[in-house]
Every structure is written in structure tokens, then in C-alpha cells.
């Protein structure tokens, strides 16, 4: 791919707003959201820190009975690239106040007709 296709202004904006649009559902636990934003298909995958999901049910599932408290996390180095116009990783560091361990999550995301959604992720803690 040619290097002018890669971190496209415009297209780089659209992506940083659905992270971030992400990340604030993610910390709300705004489940519509969190769920409206992964490829409703059953070859989308998410890798968690406890549990490995395959497929959008198995990923609403998880969703609805996960615990709604001790979300509040803060991001580090994160790194949003994308390639061409319809697709990106997204990586990032965090940490919660809750511990001292450093979590990292990757995501996958690709712009469909529906617009940007990740069709992986894949999140992990270190020590």
C-alpha cells in the first residue's frame, strides 16, 4: 500500500471518533452502544483478559451480564492507524484505578455500509 494512503486525515478522524465514542460507552457500560459498534457477524471475535467470544451473540451476551461497576480506566499510548479508506488497528494502554496492572486492547475496525465497526478485538493484562 502506498504511504499516502495510510493515516488519511479525514479518514483517520472518523476512526479516532469511533474509538473514543467506543471507549466512553465502554466506561459508561452503555451496552447499545458497545454492542451497535462490533460487526454484527458471526465470524467477529473478541479476545477478553477472561474469556475468548466468538460472534456477535456471544459477545451481547457477555455484555449483558458483565459487571457494570469499576470501569473507569485511563488510556495510554495509544495508537490509531488506519490503512485506505476502510480500515484500521487500534491499539492502546490502560489502567484502571482499581489496580496496578497495565491492561492492553487491540482492536480491528473496518468501515462497512453501517459505518465503522471492529470485527476484532483482543484485550490482556500484563503480570
Not at 447499545?32 to 474469556?51: M, N, Q, S
Not at 449483558?64 to 495509544?78: K, M
Amino acid at each position: 500500500m502506498k504511504s499516502e494512503f495510510i493515516d488519511r486525515p479525514a479518514i483517520l478522524a472518523e476512526v479516532n471518533a469511533a474509538f473514543y465514542r467506543y471507549e466512553q460507552a465502554l466506561i459508561t457500560n452503555d451496552v447499545a452502544v458497545l454492542d451497535e459498534l462490533f460487526w454484527h457477524d458471526p465470524r467477529t471475535i473478541r479476545y477478553g483478559a477472561g474469556e475468548n467470544l466468538y460472534g456477535i451473540e456471544a459477545i451481547q451476551a457477555f455484555r449483558a451480564t458483565r459487571p457494570a461497576n469499576g470501569l473507569d480506566r485511563v488510556l495510554q499510548n495509544t495508537v490509531i492507524t488506519t490503512f485506505g479508506d476502510d480500515m484500521a488497528v487500534a491499539n492502546t494502554e490502560f489502567t484502571r484505578p482499581s489496580t496496578d496492572r497495565i491492561g492492553r486492547q487491540t482492536q480491528t475496525w473496518v468501515k462497512l455500509a453501517c459505518g465503522w465497526r471492529i470485527v476484532a478485538a483482543h484485550i490482556s493484562l500484563m503480570g
